[in-house]
């Protein structure tokens, strides 16, 4: 670590769920597909980052296509009913953040890096304190079993297999 290098903030911090937000989005046919988890739950604590969401609150604008999310060549939350993340370590220097850790997605767990920015503690106007983080990073959705794909007729997959994940997170100080 050098000298320009800190850690998140100390203490115990919970995801402000209102302005708290998952997405995702893929390459599909043309254009760029993209959804949500309508509930993300994270924390901050011992300077290490966890994050959950229920795989049932997958959000996209059709909801024959959610509920083929929901089916087992996709999320299959019936078997598997979180996405989960933790991290491993965090390095910040001034406002980016680069984080290693573990996501798991259908069961199975892999090691990502996640870059993005940091925002440091502020005070809201109810007198609590809050910092926020802007994460990405990209997955290949083969790996966790997320396999469903259909060529187009020129025999090209019509959905690619990375997967690119933002969160965008407030943190609230808990006493």
């Known amino acids: 670590m ?3 290098e800190q ?3 100390a203490g115990t911090w919970a ?4 302005h708290s937000h998952v997405r995702f989005s893929v390459e599909y046919l043309a254009g760029t597909f993209v959804g949500s988890f ?4 994270a924390s901050v604590s011992g300077g290490v980052l ?4 229920c795989i049932g609150n997958v959000q996209v604008p059709d909801a024959h296509l959610e509920a083929h999310l929901q089916a087992p060549d996709f999320f299959d939350p019936e078997r598997h009913p979180a996405l989960t993340f933790e991290s491993a370590a965090i390095a910040v220097d001034a406002d980016r953040i680069t984080i290693d850790g573990t996501i798991t997605i259908k069961g199975h767990t892999e090691s990502v890096a996640i870059t993005g920015s ?3 503690p502020v005070l809201d106007p109810s007198g609590g ?3 926020g983080l802007e994460l990405e990073t990209k997955i290949d959705r083969t790996r966790f079993g997320l396999s469903w794909n ?6 090209v997959p019509a959905l690619s297999d990375e997967v690119t994940i933002v969160a965008n997170l407030q943190f609230v100080k808990r006493s």
């Open 38 to 41: 309508a509930e993300v739950d």
């Open 7 to 9: 850690s998140l903030p």
């Open 2 to 4: 050098t000298s320009s």
């Open 129 to 131: 304190t809050r910092f």
């Open 150 to 155: 259909t060529a187009m007729p020129d025999g």
């Open 50 to 53: 966890k994050g959950t969401t």
């Open 118 to 120: 940091f925002a440091e």
């Open 15 to 18: 995801a402000d769920k209102v």
